[in-house]
C-alpha cells in the first residue's frame, strides 16, 4: 500500500482502547490523524480491507529497552511486527542519559550493557535533549519517549563505589534530573539491582522522587528484591511515593523461585492499600515465566563495587569466588533454570543456549564473568503461572515487553533472546485476554495514561492515527526460547501516525515515528 494522506479501513471492529465493546464501524484517516469513526464512511483516498478484524489502537509498550537498538537499525522489527507503536525507553535505570560532565562514560555504558548490543553506536550526546535528538535523527519506525536512567544519573555524578552520596552530590543530581524533565524526559527510572543503584540509599531515592512529583512526572522502579525480598521492596517504592507525593509505577511484578510464590498477590495488596490513600501505583508485567537479565544481576552488590573494569577480574580472585559461592548457596532459582542467552563473543560462543547446570554451575557462572564481565546475558526461569495470571488480572496492571528492538537478521539480533522482544502482545491476547476490550485497554490507553502519555492508545476523532489492524483467530506470539527470532502472527496492518508501517507480515521501509516529549504538568 502506498503512503497516502487519507487512509479508509473500512468493515472492521472497533475497539478504541477505552475498554469499551466494539463496535462495527469504518475508520478515516487523514493527515496522520483518526478524522471519523462510524458506519458507512466514505473516501476518495485507498481503503483497507478490516472485515473480520479487529481494528485498535497501537500498542504502547512503556517498559522497553530499545535505547540504543533504535539508534543501531531505526525500523524496530521485532516490535512493529507485533503491533507496538509507540515505546517507552530508559527502563530498570538503565538510561544512556545524562552524561554529566566528569562522568566515566565507558563504565556507565558498561553498566548499561543490557541495552547495548551493536558496538559501533557511538554515545555523542551529553544529555536527554541530546539523546533525544539523536533518537529524531535516526527516524525511528516507532514513536519513542525515554525516562531518565538512575544508572547514568547516579553513576555519572557519584561513581561506581558503596557510598551514600553527598548533600551537594544530590543537588547536582537533582538539578540533572529536573534539567532531564523539562527536556522532555517522562520520568524517573531506578533498578536497584543493578551497580552502582545497588548502594542508593533511601534518602536519595526520596530527594529525586520529589523533583519528579514537582515536575508532574512519573517515578518507575525495578525494586531491590524480586526473590525472598519482594515484599520488603514493593513497600520500599511505596514509601518513597508516600514520601514525594509522586506516581510510582512498579516494573515487572513477579515473585521468584518456588518458596516465594504467592508473595505477588501480597504485593498487589500493598498496591490497593496505596491506591486507596489516593496514591497512584501502577504494575506491568510480559506474560511469560521467565525473565532475561545480564548474567552479573546474580553477584552480590559486594561484589560488584567500581564497575565491571574493577569486578570482573575480582573475580579470579579465589577467596572473593569462596565468599560469592557461600552467599550462593541458598539461592531461590536452581542454575538449571538459568540458561546463558547472548555473550559479547557472538552467536558461535558454544554456551549460548545452555544452562549454567550444564556448564558447571556457580563456577561456570564466574568463570564466564571473570571473562566476559558485563557481556553475558541470562534467561532465568522459577516463576508460577498463578502470579502471572493475578497480575495480569489486577486492575492496576498494564502489559509490557521489558524487551528490546531487535531485528532478527542484524547485529543486534545475535544469540537467543528472550521471546517476549518478539511476541508479547499478540502473546497475551492469544493467551490470556479473557475480556478483549479490556486486554486491549492493558496494552494501549491504560499503559499510556501511566506514562503521561494522554494522546496515545486512544482511538478518537483528533487522535494520533497510531493503529494496528489484527485477527483475532490467528493473532500470536510464535517465539520461543529455543527459537525466539520470530515474527508475530495476527497483524494485517500497522499504521505509525497514518504511515502503513507494517502491511500484511512485511515492514514497509516507512519511518514515521517521532520522539514524543512529556508536557509539562503531566499527570497521565
Not at 548457596?329 to 540458561?339: A, K, L
Not at 526460547?481 to 508501517?501: N, Q, S, Y
Request: charged share 20%; glycine share 12%.
Amino acid at each position: 500500500m502506498e503512503s497516502h494522506s487519507t487512509l479508509l479501513l473500512q468493515g472492521g471492529t472497533v475497539l478504541d482502547g477505552t475498554g469499551a465493546p466494539g463496535v462495527a464501524a469504518d475508520v478515516l484517516i487523514r493527515d496522520g490523524v483518526v478524522a471519523a469513526i462510524g458506519p458507512g464512511l466514505a473516501s476518495d483516498g485507498p481503503a483497507f480491507d478490516a472485515t473480520g478484524r479487529i481494528v485498535c489502537p497501537g500498542f504502547v509498550d512503556i517498559h522497553t529497552h530499545s535505547d540504543l537498538t533504535l539508534l543501531s537499525d531505526p525500523r524496530g522489527l521485532s516490535k512493529l511486527h507485533q503491533g507496538v507503536t509507540t515505546e517507552v525507553v530508559g527502563n530498570c535505570g538503565l538510561g544512556a542519559a545524562p552524561l554529566p560532565p566528569g562522568a566515566d562514560v565507558a563504565a556507565i555504558r558498561q553498566a548499561v550493557s543490557y541495552l547495548d548490543l551493536d558496538p559501533a553506536v557511538t554515545w555523542d550526546w551529553d544529555d536527554v535533549r541530546g539523546y533525544l535528538a539523536a533518537l529524531a535523527a535516526a527516524g525511528p519506525s516507532p514513536n519513542v519517549a525515554a525516562l531518565v536512567g538512575h544508572v547514568a544519573l547516579h553513576g555519572g555524578v557519584c561513581g561506581f563505589d558503596d557510598r551514600p552520596a553527598s548533600a551537594a552530590e544530590l543537588d547536582r543530581m537533582r538539578g540533572l534530573l529536573a534539567d532531564s524533565l523539562d527536556a522532555g524526559a517522562l520520568g524517573l527510572s531506578t533498578g536497584l539491582v543493578y551497580a552502582p543503584l545497588t548502594y542508593v540509599r533511601e534518602e536519595e531515592l526520596v530527594a529525586l522522587a520529589e523533583v519528579v512529583a514537582a515536575a508532574g512526572a512519573v517515578f518507575t522502579w525495578h525494586v531491590r528484591s524480586y526473590d525472598d525480598g519482594l515484599l520488603d521492596s514493593v513497600a520500599q517504592a511505596l514509601r518513597v511515593a508516600r514520601a514525594a507525593g509522586c506516581r510510582t509505577q512498579i516494573s515487572h511484578l513477579a515473585a521468584v523461585g518456588r518458596r516465594n510464590w504467592g508473595a505477588v498477590r501480597r504485593a498487589l495488596d500493598l498496591v490497593e492499600a496505596a491506591t486507596a490513600e489516593g496514591l497512584g501505583v501502577g504494575v506491568d508485567i510480559y506474560p511469560y515465566l521467565h525473565g532475561n537479565a545480564p548474567l552479573s544481576q546474580l553477584l552480590p552488590a559486594w561484589a560488584q563495587e567500581g564497575g565491571a573494569a574493577a569486578w570482573a577480574p575480582r573475580l579470579r580472585d579465589a577467596g572473593v569466588r569462596e565468599r560469592i559461592r557461600a552467599e550462593w548457596t541458598d539461592r531461590p532459582t536452581g542454575w538449571d533454570e538459568i540458561t546463558v542467552s547472548w555473550t559479547s563473543r557472538g552467536d558461535a560462543d558454544p554456551v549460548v543456549g545452555r544452562t549454567l547446570a550444564d556448564l558447571g554451575g556457580a563456577g561456570a557462572a564466574l568463570d564466564l564473568l571473570a571473562e566476559l564481565g558485563a557481556g553475558v546475558m541470562m534467561t532465568a526461569g522459577g516463576r508460577s503461572e498463578d502470579d502471572l495470571r493475578a497480575v495480569l488480572s489486577h486492575p492496576s496492571a498494564v502489559v509490557a515487553s521489558d524487551g528490546l528492538a531487535l531485528d532478527p537478521g542484524g547485529v543486534n539480533g545475535a544469540g537467543m533472546p528472550h521471546p517476549r522482544s518478539y511476541g508479547c502482545f499478540p502473546r497475551y491476547l492469544e493467551r490470556y485476554a479473557t475480556d478483549l476490550p479490556d486486554a486491549i485497554r492493558r496494552c494501549t490507553s491504560a499503559p499510556a495514561r501511566l506514562a503521561g502519555l494522554p494522546d496515545r492508545g486512544v482511538l478518537r476523532p483528533g487522535a494520533p492515527a497510531d493503529v494496528v489492524v489484527l485477527d483475532p483467530d490467528t493473532i500470536a506470539g510464535p517465539a520461543t526460547f529455543t527459537a525466539p527470532h520470530r515474527f508475530a502472527t495476527g497483524i494485517d496492518l500497522v499504521l505509525v501516525g497514518g504511515v502503513p508501517t507494517v502491511e500484511r507480515g512485511a515492514h514497509t521501509g516507512r519511518r514515521a515515528g517521532r520522539v514524543l516529549y512529556r508536557t509539562r504538568g503531566t499527570t497521565g
